[in-house]
């Protein structure tokens, strides 16, 4: 949902949890607060979109 918060987009994902856990609702205010008061927060989503990003890459060059 970090993209969707970017972007201000609908969001265009499901996400599906293996295990039991407890979720918390962010709208965009407050994403956009804790990302400029909580330095922490915001390199941690960096950090998931770079996941994502070398994921992609590696299955864009292992279909060449």
């Given at each position: 949902?970090?993209?969707?918060?970017?972007?201000?987009?609908p969001r265009k994902a499901t996400a599906i949890a293996?295990?039991?856990?407890?979720?918390v609702t962010i709208d965009e205010?407050?994403?956009m607060f804790l990302i400029q008061q909580t330095p922490n927060f915001a390199l941690n989503v960096m950090k998931i979109m770079v996941e994502?990003?070398?994921?992609?890459?590696?299955?864009?060059?292992?279909?060449?």
């Open positions: 949902g970090e993209m969707a918060m970017i972007e201000s987009t293996n295990t039991d856990c407890k979720l205010h407050r994403f994502r990003i070398r994921k992609l890459n590696a299955l864009v060059l292992s279909d060449k």
